[in-house]
């Protein structure tokens, strides 16, 4: 919703400056230029990204449109899964964990909490190293190492949509200026013509340029910008679920354990403890 409101405001600031001070709105209604800078940037991106990665992207764009993101009730949810899970751990053991993990899709505990079981990479990072405890032979330590990997390398493929975004909000300016120059030539060859027609092409090169930057630095870098910040916010989830899961496979109780997920949890979405308390007494 606010990258919207955003957008709308950016427009509102720039086009009411332009009216303000006199200027006619359609000398900006070049779309020769647009399609040169539009199409262009289009090209580069299919030119430079794999057909796997656009598709993420877009994935990224919508949601940042949608304004759809991490909440608190979201990490309350991931609380109440592990802490469920770790009390089955302690009751019955970690063989008891078996069939939600190997099932989760048909799991008495995921199938409550869809939020987190529609999640696919954060499902598989959840039940795959519960697994390793299942399993056993992995130290508290070796498991901490394990995901820290796991995670390293999650953060990068999640990363890339926001790092392309951003390149190609740098290449817009230089896109700009290729349509203004096409502008110059198509002026330089009426040369001759009345001053007022030469004055009218100028003009429309010159909006190349405009819309170059503008695209640029009002839309879609801020754009790669938010896309980057809710990754990072995304990733609080891996380090939530590495801590809770260690904090179990040294002994403690799940209560402690969960508290230990909790704390990594951003500030502006980290229950309190007597919230995740209150949550928690509800799921014994």
Same mark, same amino acid.
């Given at each position: 919703?606010?990258?919207?409101?955003?957008?709308?405001?950016?427009?509102?600031?720039?086009?009411?400056?332009?009216?303000?001070?006199?200027?006619?709105?359609?000398?900006?209604?070049? %779309?020769?230029?647009?399609?040169?800078?539009? #199409?262009?940037? &289009?090209?580069?991106?299919?030119?430079?990204?794999?057909?796997?990665?656009?598709?993420?992207?877009?994935?990224?764009?919508?949601?940042?449109?949608?304004?759809?993101?991490?909440?608190?009730?979201? %990490?309350?949810?991931?609380?109440?899964?592990?802490? +469920?899970?770790?009390?089955? #751990?302690?009751?019955?053991?970690?063989?008891?964990?078996?069939?939600?993990?190997?099932?989760?899709?048909?799991?008495?505990?995921?199938?409550?909490?869809?939020?987190?079981?529609?999640?696919?990479?954060?499902?598989?990072?959840?039940?795959?190293?519960?697994?390793?405890?299942?399993?056993?032979?992995? +130290?508290?330590?070796?498991?901490?190492?394990?995901?820290?990997?796991?995670?390293?390398? $999650? $953060?990068?493929?999640?990363?890339?949509?926001?790092?392309?975004?951003?390149?190609?909000?740098?290449?817009?300016?230089?896109?700009?200026?290729?349509?203004?120059?096409?502008?110059?030539?198509?002026?330089?060859?009426?040369?001759?013509?009345?001053?007022?027609?030469?004055? $009218?092409?100028?003009?429309?090169?010159?909006?190349?340029?405009?819309?170059?930057?503008?695209?640029?630095?009002?839309?879609?870098?801020?754009?790669?910008?938010?896309?980057?910040?809710?990754? +990072?916010?995304?990733?609080?989830?891996? +380090?939530?679920?590495?801590?809770? &899961?260690?904090?179990?496979?040294?002994?403690?109780?799940?209560?402690?354990?969960?508290?230990?997920?909790?704390?990594?949890?951003?500030?502006?979405?980290?229950?309190?403890?007597?919230?995740?308390?209150?949550?928690?007494? #509800?799921?014994?």
């Amino acid at each position: 919703m606010f990258v919207i409101i955003g957008i709308v405001i950016v427009l509102v600031a720039v086009l009411g400056g332009f009216a303000i001070e006199g200027g006619p709105f359609l000398v900006l209604m070049q %779309y020769a230029e647009f399609l040169i800078i539009v #199409g262009a940037s &289009i090209g580069a991106l299919l030119i430079s990204t794999p057909g796997k990665l656009l598709s993420k992207i877009l994935k990224r764009l919508i949601a940042a449109l949608t304004g759809k993101k991490v909440t608190k009730e979201t %990490y309350l949810s991931l609380l109440k899964v592990m802490y +469920e899970l770790f009390q089955v #751990g302690q009751k019955d053991g970690v063989i008891g964990l078996e069939q939600h993990v190997e099932n989760p899709e048909k799991s008495s505990i995921f199938s409550k909490y869809p939020a987190i079981a529609k999640n696919e990479h954060l499902l598989h990072f959840l039940t795959d190293t519960i697994r390793l405890l299942v399993v056993g032979g992995a +130290e508290p330590f070796d498991l901490e190492g394990l995901m820290d990997a796991d995670i390293e390398t $999650h $953060h990068q493929e999640t990363s890339k949509p926001a790092q392309i975004l951003q390149k190609i909000g740098d290449s817009m300016p230089g896109l700009g200026i290729v349509a203004a120059v096409l502008g110059i030539v198509i002026t330089m060859q009426a040369i001759d013509g009345p001053p007022q027609e030469i004055g $009218h092409k100028v003009a429309a090169a010159l909006v190349g340029t405009f819309l170059g930057v503008l695209l640029s630095y009002g839309f879609v870098q801020p754009l790669a910008t938010n896309i980057e910040i809710t990754t +990072e916010e995304e990733s609080r989830m891996f +380090e939530a679920i590495k801590a809770g &899961i260690v904090a179990f496979a040294k002994g403690m109780q799940p209560l402690i354990a969960v508290e230990f997920a909790r704390r990594t949890i951003f500030q502006d979405y980290r229950p309190s403890f007597k919230e995740m308390e209150e949550v928690l007494k #509800g799921t014994k």
